[in-house]
T-cell receptor, first 112, second 112 residues
Framework: DTAVSQTPKYLVTQMGNDKSIKCEQN?????MYWYKQDSKKFLKIMFS???????INETVPNRFSPKSPDKAHLNLHINSLELGDSAVYFC???????????FGSGTRLTVV | KQEVTQIPAALSVPEGENLVLNCSFTDSAIYNLQWFRQDPGKGLTSLLL?????REQTSGRLNASLDKSSGRSTLYIAASQPGDSATYLC???????????FGGGTRLMVKP
């Protein structure tokens, strides 16, 4: 019944590795997002994606890439992980024309 | 560039008090404003969504107001309870289906 689900919940990995975080929503929303919450708890947008358009926050390194196999999924791929990538990553979705958002429970990424 | 500020950053009150959390934003051209709650180590729960044409929204003991022209919103919590202890986040969207800009949050502690 979970509306927006992310896996894994926790991810510990070494510097230089490549990893993916998966996100699925069953709300029928047409837009999905990835947000990053840093150690100071500040939430910042990384990507916004619907079936027509990908909007990238210009501050996001190109090591980060979203991949959407279909409307209900938006996965986040991270290449060559760095210590500074350690954070909590949240997936979210919204319905166009309404604007209300639903967030997943987050993935805590720790790079060692 | 939109900036969202929340004051105070932290607040500690005894149980039963009525309290007000403040949110201000620099660009009044918003589509909506949303208040979220985040419990430690958890995801975000949507509390109230105010469209730009609305002045306020109410849900139970919570009331959120919006003054778009002055770039301000307040979240009023009546008869606070220890279970209200959490971080409250304010976020604005420039248009439907677009990316949220978050404030830094107000960390609320309600003491029994």
């Amino acid at each position: 019944d979970t509306a927006v689900s992310q896996t894994p919940k926790y991810l510990v990995t070494q510097m230089g590795n490549d990893k993916s975080i998966k996100c699925e929503q069953n709300l029928g929303h047409d837009t999905m997002y990835w947000y990053k919450q840093d150690s100071k708890k500040f939430l910042k947008i990384m990507f916004s994606y619907n079936n027509k358009e990908l909007i990238i926050n210009e501050t996001v390194p190109n090591r980060f890439s979203p991949k959407s196999p279909d409307k209900a999924h938006l996965n986040l791929h991270i290449n060559s992980l760095e210590l500074g990538d350690s954070a909590v990553y949240f997936c979210a979705s919204s319905r166009k024309g309404y604007g209300g958002y639903t967030f997943g429970s987050g993935t805590r990424l720790t790079v060692v | 560039k939109q900036e969202v500020t929340q004051i105070p950053a932290a607040l500690s009150v005894p149980e039963g008090e009525n309290l007000v959390l403040n949110c201000s934003f620099t660009d009044s051209a918003i589509y909506n404003l949303q208040w979220f709650r985040q419990d430690p180590g958890k995801g975000l729960t949507s509390l109230l969504l105010i469209q730009s044409s609305q002045r306020e929204q109410t849900s139970g003991r919570l009331n959120a107001s919006l003054d778009k022209s002055s770039g301000r919103s307040t979240l009023y919590i009546a008869a606070s309870q220890p279970g209200d202890s959490a971080t409250y986040l304010c976020a604005v969207s420039p248009n439907a289906g677009n990316m949220l800009t978050f404030g830094g949050g107000t960390r609320l502690m309600v003491k029994p």
